[in-house]
């Protein structure tokens, strides 16, 4: 089950501050976070947003776009 209201907060950020676009930093030992700038995110709600569309990764770089805001994101 999502946690949407993690889920929206996750979305507003990506929104407000990284103009729509989150990117991967590799972590030692650890595969990689999700960041906006120098902002760490919530990895689930990231994977979640993917899962349901409304995050795409459109390249190999590592990058992941928002597709479309969810009205609980409004």
Known sequence: MFDMER??????????DGFGTAHQVPMILRGFDWNVGVRKLDAQAVS???ACGWLTIPDRFGHARITAVPSLAM
């Open 7 to 16: 889920m929206a907060q996750t979305i507003q950020t990506i929104r407000d």
């Open 48 to 50: 979640d947003l993917i």
